[in-house]
């Protein structure tokens, strides 16, 4: 592999900004990777792992002399990094948000890019859990996909080595409109998760059962809800405050969709509910066969032989 | 380990009575085990795979001088199962249902429950998205809860012989009775399948997000959605029509919240969104530290070293 931008700013050091850094330096693509954090304590720990070549405490001297300048912070952040980078900005540099969301950030960030610095919004469609300068490993974007979302206009040859930037960092790339991009990413990512964080707090509000039986019991199906629900409370507020529209669209279609099945148990109709979770396996199989899961039961668990 | 009941009888062999079959073998539980399945498809199989030490093709056969009788049908089929062999049970054996629904199938299996023969209703719940004879494997109740549920009058050695069969299988039990189960079962269980189910629908259903872009981005978070969604349809039509009261006014509940985040996202509410997401986290903590779920990053995809 060989490096494709001299210097590589992160903005922003949680689990997408520190994954890319430990990619980075698996695939040696950058010659050289500082980093930046609103909080002293992130700097602070990013400095103790190792994290970045140098962290900086301020916005200039993180983009000074970069190449590439990635924008890793909640989405509703970035135009305020934006406004106060843009002066510092290396012509020719290019700037990239990792965000979840893409046609407010264009919005925001796009107007504040001086003359001579290339924009390509990306979107790696990759995370855990996890969050915070220690969740990143290397493998994170593996066979994962990254979207890129240029706006009109957008300089091809920056665009052509985001591309090959994210190839080497593990991932698939694709090329994406931005309405349609807010779209896909509510479906896939977004109403997925508002769902799991209601499925969660649903459960704990009962009175008539307790948390502790919600927990002991959650490998019922339970569980799989947690995961996602226990993602970054910042990031997805910021994701569902500006993706407001494509997410309540699909909510609207959600809940249509729901009654009808929630009609379907109240009047008995067994013959629609098997026709209907007949069909839902279909999609399973096509996602077991485009490699984006495992199909090993119980996500990995141990398996003992017969 | 020792024998805990000499002559086990096994009726439906998929995922769970298949999963009992290879977890009584490695804990020397049973003597010995036949088993019945309706099709003759499943009752091949079983053979050719080694499941059981004789597998029969009448329901008369598999239960002849069985001391435990596992019904390990679809719920709305243990009825009619429990008319055919209550003539041929032997005195003092034990009936058994795994199915994850409880009042339903008491009302319907206990009064066919012959004079001197016990009922001990039980939910093992464990599970993956797999289902058949194929399926199973030892280790599935490891570490997972079996809900025992006898109703009222029970015999108390019958009910303490099941507790210590289930923790030879690998499972912990605990008592509970037949409403509260069922409730708690909705909330951890039932209705996460349902919006699991109904989520993928509606991905599936769009006319704006193709489904090969629905798979191909699934790793944001649907695809959590799409294992669950994957299981047995003929179980889950059963589970939803004899679970009906509990599944309703659970999804009562579940869409009042949904609604009130809609509206906090209509509205702009980012407080709220972010207390109601950070509040959720805490309870996949409890989780993890109930052992019931792994904390590794997606599920155990293979974390290379930094």
């Known amino acids: 592999m060989s490096v494709i931008y001299d210097k590589v700013a992160l903005i922003g050091l949680g689990l997408i900004a520190s994954s890319m850094h430990w990619a980075m330096k698996r695939g040696g693509v950058a010659g050289s990777v500082t980093g930046y954090a609103r909080s002293s304590e992130t700097r602070e720990t990013a ?19 970069a190449d590439l300048i ?10 305020a990094v934006m406004k106060q980078i843009a002066a510092h900005l290396k012509p020719g540099a290019t700037v990239i948000d990792v965000g979840s969301v893409k046609q407010t950030v264009i919005a925001e960030v796009q107007p504040l890019i001086p003359a001579g610095v290339h924009f390509v919004p990306c979107h790696p469609m990759a995370g855990t859990e996890h ?30 080595r985001q591309e090959q930037y994210w190839q080497a960092l593990g991932a698939q790339t694709e090329i994406m409109e931005a309405e349609h991009h807010d779209m896909v990413c509510a479906v896939v990512s977004h109403i997925p998760h508002l769902i799991a964080y209601t499925m969660v707090g649903v459960a704990d509000d009962l009175r008539r059962v307790s948390d502790q039986e919600v927990i002991k019991f959650s490998a019922a199906g339970f569980r799989d809800f947690t995961r996602i629900a ?22 609207g279609r959600f809940t249509e969709e729901l009654f009808a099945l929630q009609r379907a148990i109240r009047t008995g109709d067994g ?35 017969r």
Chains 1, 2 share one sequence.
């Open 47 to 65: 400095r103790k792992i190792g994290l970045c070549d140098a962290v900086f405490d301020t916005l200039e001297e993180v983009v000074e002399d």
């Open 70 to 79: 990635v924008l890793a912070t909640p989405v509703g952040a970035m135009g």
């Open 131 to 160: 969050s915070g300068p220690e969740a990143g490993f290397a493998t994170l974007f593996d066979n994962r996909w990254c979207l890129i979302v240029p706006p009109k206009g957008s300089d091809a040859d920056a665009v052509a």
């Open 230 to 251: 226990a993602s970054d409370p910042t990031m997805w507020r910021d994701v569902f405050l500006t993706n407001k529209d494509a997410t309540i669209e699909m909510l």
């Open 271 to 305: 013959d629609q509910l098997h026709a209907y979770f007949t069909h839902t396996r279909a999609i399973r199989r096509g996602i077991l066969e485009a490699g984006q899961d495992t199909d090993k039961p119980d996500f990995g668990r141990v398996q003992v032989e």
